[in-house]
């Protein structure tokens, strides 16, 4: 695993996201302009109860990862297990779904039809695991296939079909399918040994400690349920989302240490956790700003309807921001640890970060669940949906500052590594000055037409204007950036 070009495949697949999310907001597009706000918030349950129903496969997925990327080849097992598990699943969400539309306003055919999705996310989520593990650079291109396929599929089952939410399934269902094909095809050669029911009975016998550090990624997403069953509404459920898929668009700058938990783990120096570090901020903090700035004209754009949540999406933009650094921080944490390289007793387990890291989100997790049944409780009688969708996004900021300093302090103490706060500064300062730009030119380049055809464009080129000015100032203040710069135009001719 030491061939792990650690800055390169994270790079590739920033960049290569930075692409899906045009495709994801074109997809976005055609889904929220064309399904009612009832279809919308059914085609967000839907997704919510398949992520609950991926984490199960991490008993397999997390020990595929660490032991792949140390050399031992446990990829068809993996594969296999997961396949089975996929189909298993079926029953489980069918149950889930129908507590789901018994509670609220979710459209019960649609929320059955989709139990198609459940196999093909869970076996490409596995393929996903087994080629980060050896070839991260690689899980960019499946992003890009993925992307580039459900634009056409949703036009067609969607928007011409006039299929609403049910074309919507099969649209996904269709995208999925081609990027796993594809993925089969680049892990074809980690799939070919022999079943090993020994590597699958010691995937069974420290379930407890996978299921235990899993536990946290099904209680995260929770809260849409606890939303979902103490409001009973499903619109709700469709104005969050909206404003999510705006303001989790920092997100995807977590993708810049793609192959940094490989590498860690195959024992690669601290130095690469500064410098994902810094190559986060750099992508990060414009996108922040990008998030707050144009909230409510991407709102507009996904459908006039969602408009009035835009402070909503400034709050997520925030929380989505330091959730990525305390993921960040977690997997250094993970890769650092070396407990699983000898056989070691479950006291030594205990004591270390696989048990210690998911301990502390079980914490943060269970506190914040808390205080938001409480909330939403309160705010059934006495406040309007979207004042309760801001007090939602509210919460999770003020959750996710804490933790995340605290995780810091742990890693520094570990570690000894700085954070890298000129280059921080240097970037909030250019992000700054990019948000500026927007608040002088904006009035008079962006009109709130009703027509998507007649106010998309200037939004875009509202966006380029941002995008040169961030990209133009910190290339004038900053060399690191201007080396990468360099460096990937160098890159790109050399492939050509």
């Excluded at 692409?19 to 976005?28: A, E, N, R, Y």
């Excluded at 997390?62 to 396949?83: A, C, H, K, P, Q």
């Excluded at 809260?223 to 103490?230: E, G, K, M, R």
């Excluded at 000055?433 to 009035?443: G, K, N, P, R």
């Amino acid at each position: 695993m030491s061939n792990v070009r650690v800055t390169y495949s994270g790079l590739l697949y920033f960049l290569i996201g930075l692409s899906s999310i045009v495709t994801g907001f074109v997809f976005s597009l055609i889904v929220t302009r064309t399904l009612s706000a009832d279809e919308f918030g059914t085609w967000s349950l839907i997704n919510t109860i398949i992520g609950y129903l991926v984490v199960s496969g991490s008993f397999i997925n997390y020990w595929t990862i660490r032991e792949m990327s140390r050399g031992i080849d446990s990829g068809r097992t993996s594969f296999v297990s997961n396949l089975f598990l996929g189909f298993g699943l079926i029953p489980v969400y069918i149950a889930i779904a129908i507590t789901f539309f018994e509670n609220s306003d979710a459209i019960p055919e649609s929320m059955i039809f989709g139990l198609v999705l459940v196999p093909l996310y869970i076996v490409s989520n596995a393929l996903t695991t087994i080629n980060t593990s050896f070839q991260p650079q690689v899980v960019s291109k499946t992003l890009l296939v993925f992307e580039t396929s459900r634009i056409p599929t949703a036009l067609i089952f969607v928007y011409f079909l006039e299929l609403g939410l049910d074309g919507a399934i099969i649209a996904m269902f269709l995208s999925f399918l081609v990027k796993t094909i594809y993925q089969l095809f680049l892990v074809r050669s980690k799939i070919k040994s022999k079943f090993q029911i020994s590597y699958f009975k010691n995937w069974i016998k420290l379930s407890w400690l996978t299921m235990y550090s899993s536990g946290p990624n099904f209680l995260r997403t929770f809260d849409i349920a606890i939303y979902t069953l103490i409001s009973s509404s499903i619109i709700g459920i469709a104005f969050y989302v909206a404003a999510g898929t705006i303001g989790k668009l920092v997100s995807h700058s977590e993708k810049i240490s793609l192959g940094l938990n490989p590498k860690l783990l195959s024992g690669g120096k601290y130095s690469y956790i500064y410098e994902n570090l810094s190559l986060f901020l750099l992508f990060a903090l414009p996108i922040v700003g990008i998030s707050v700035v144009f909230s409510k004209p991407a709102l507009f754009a996904l459908n006039p309807l969602y408009q009035e949540a835009w402070v909503v999406v400034v709050f997520l933009a925030i929380q989505t921001f330091f959730l990525s650094i305390v993921n960040l921080l977690q997997n250094s944490l993970i890769g650092i640890e070396t407990v699983d390289i000898q056989p070691n007793t479950t006291k030594n387990y205990l004591k270390s970060n696989l048990f210690w890291i998911p301990t502390f989100r079980y914490v943060k997790l269970i506190v914040y669940l808390i205080v938001l049944a409480i909330m939403f409780f309160y705010a059934k009688e006495n406040l309007s949906q979207i004042n309760t969708l801001t007090f939602w996004a509210i919460i999770g900021v003020v959750i996710e500052i804490p933790y995340s300093v605290f995780l810091w302090k742990k890693l520094k103490k570990i570690t000894l590594i700085t954070f890298p706060y000129k280059s921080g500064i240097k970037y909030l300062s250019t992000t700054i000055l990019m948000m500026i730009v927007f608040w002088v030119t904006s009035d008079k380049l962006i009109v709130y037409h009703q027509s998507i055809f007649d106010f998309f464009p200037n939004l875009v080129l509202q966006l380029l204007i941002c995008l040169s000015v961030y990209i133009g100032s910190t290339y004038l203040i900053d060399e690191k950036f201007k080396t990468l710069t360099k460096s990937i135009i160098k890159e790109s001719f050399n492939k050509f």
